[in-house]
């Protein structure tokens, strides 16, 4: 059974900081790992989706990575904005196409 | 142009009730899914259904029962509403099964049960 783990769960930062959210899933069977960030009574917004032949992904000032091996992923994220301030999920999808998520690591971004 | 919309937003309602939230996706997308968001913001898949049929049934009550009457519409019934489902419910939406598809959400039904 997939369980996903995020740490730390909330983390403040000063604006311009380069920052990583780390990601963790039990079974390395996955064939995705998705990052989404969730904006305080919003739904989830898709950031990067890294497919399990990928080591990384990169949008923008976010770049996402995936070790299968090490059963890790972590998220990137450079020169930090306020706007960046957001809940940050990492899902696992595996055989049964599901998603399966992490609790999240809630950002705040102080300028 | 909302890619995925819900309705309602927020729904206040009493225990024993039977209430019904709608899911439609303008996104031309062949995959729709139910999650639940508990207190602890933990988000965790409830139903999956693909052009019209079901296809992912996590553990869930019989009193919740989702209808698909196409595949840009997916519903989602409650009946005998308890305090333990208030929660925030998304939907969402992806192209086909593909496992390199990502997912889009609604922005969420926010229900409370008195």
């Known amino acids: 059974k997939q369980e996903v783990t995020q740490i730390p769960a909330a983390l403040s930062v000063p604006e311009g900081e380069n920052l990583v959210l780390n990601c963790s899933f039990t079974?390395?069977?996955?064939?995705?790992l998705q990052w989404f960030r969730q904006d305080p009574g919003k739904g989830l917004t898709s950031l990067l989706l890294?497919?399990?032949?990928?080591r990384e992904q990169t949008s923008g000032r976010l770049n996402a990575s995936l070790d299968k091996s090490s059963g890790r992923s972590t998220l990137y994220i450079a020169a930090s904005q306020p706007g960046d301030s957001a809940t940050y999920l990492c899902?696992?999808?595996?055989?049964?196409?599901?998603?399966?998520f992490g609790k999240g690591t809630k950002l705040t971004v102080n300028p | 142009d909302t890619a995925v919309s819900q309705t309602p937003k927020y729904l206040v309602t009493q225990m024993g009730n039977d209430k019904s939230i709608k899911c439609e996706q303008n996104?031309?997308?062949?995959?729709m899914y139910w999650y639940k968001q508990d207190s602890k913001k933990f988000l965790k898949i409830m139903f999956s259904?693909?052009?019209?049929?079901?296809?992912i049934n996590e553990t869930v009550p019989n009193r919740f029962s989702p209808k698909s009457p196409d595949k840009a519409h997916l519903n989602l019934h409650i009946n005998s509403l308890e305090l333990g489902d208030s929660a925030v419910y998304f939907c969402?939406?992806?192209?086909?099964?593909?496992?390199?598809?990502?997912?889009?959400f609604g922005d969420g039904t926010r229900l409370s049960i008195l």
């Open positions: 996104l031309g997308h062949d995959t």
């Open positions: 259904y693909n052009n019209k049929e079901l296809i």
């Open positions: 969402a939406s992806s192209r086909g099964q593909g496992r390199a598809q990502p997912q889009h």
């Open positions: 899902a696992g999808q595996g055989g049964s196409e599901k998603l399966v």
């Open positions: 890294i497919q399990s032949s990928q």
């Open positions: 079974d390395s069977a996955i064939y995705n």
